[in-house]
Nanobody
Framework: QVHLVESGGGLVQAGGSLRLSCAASGSIFSINAMGWYRQAPGKLRELVAVITRDDNTNYANSVKGRFTISRDNAKNTVYLQMNSLKPEDTGVYYC??????????????????WGQGTQVTVSS
């Protein structure tokens, strides 16, 4: 069984910063990509940032230059440093992890796991 635990959300004024963390634990053989998505009220969930095992990153255009994604492979943890926050960054942030279970060590099959979500609210 795999668990993802997120932390770091909260209320911040525009221009402020927050750092999100997401730790994966449980029966894990390996982790490939790790990422953050967000969902604002009345909108679809969208990709914010993703990082591969080789530390290649990709960001939504709306957060480029303000957000930084990183990971600690030894801790199975992904981070999202959010600076210069704007009211439009408000939403529930979800981490996503693509991983391989021990039972699939030789098949290459990977699974998507999601965190429970953490609320980020940016006031103007």
């Amino acid at each position: 069984q795999v668990h993802l635990v997120e932390s770091g959300g909260g209320l911040v004024q525009a221009g402020g910063s927050l750092r999100l963390s997401c730790a994966a634990s449980g029966s894990i053989f390996s982790i490939n990509a790790m990422g953050w998505y967000r969902q604002a009220p009345g909108k679809l969930r969208e990709l914010v940032a993703v990082i591969t095992r080789d530390d290649n990153t990709n960001y939504a255009n709306s957060v480029k230059g303000r957000f930084t994604i990183s990971r600690d492979n030894a801790k199975n943890t992904v981070y999202l440093q959010m600076n210069s926050l704007k009211p439009e960054d408000t939403g529930v942030y979800y981490c996503n992890v693509q991983l391989r279970l021990p039972t699939d060590w030789d098949t290459g099959r990977e699974y998507d796991y999601w965190g429970q979500g953490t609320q980020v609210t940016v006031s103007s």
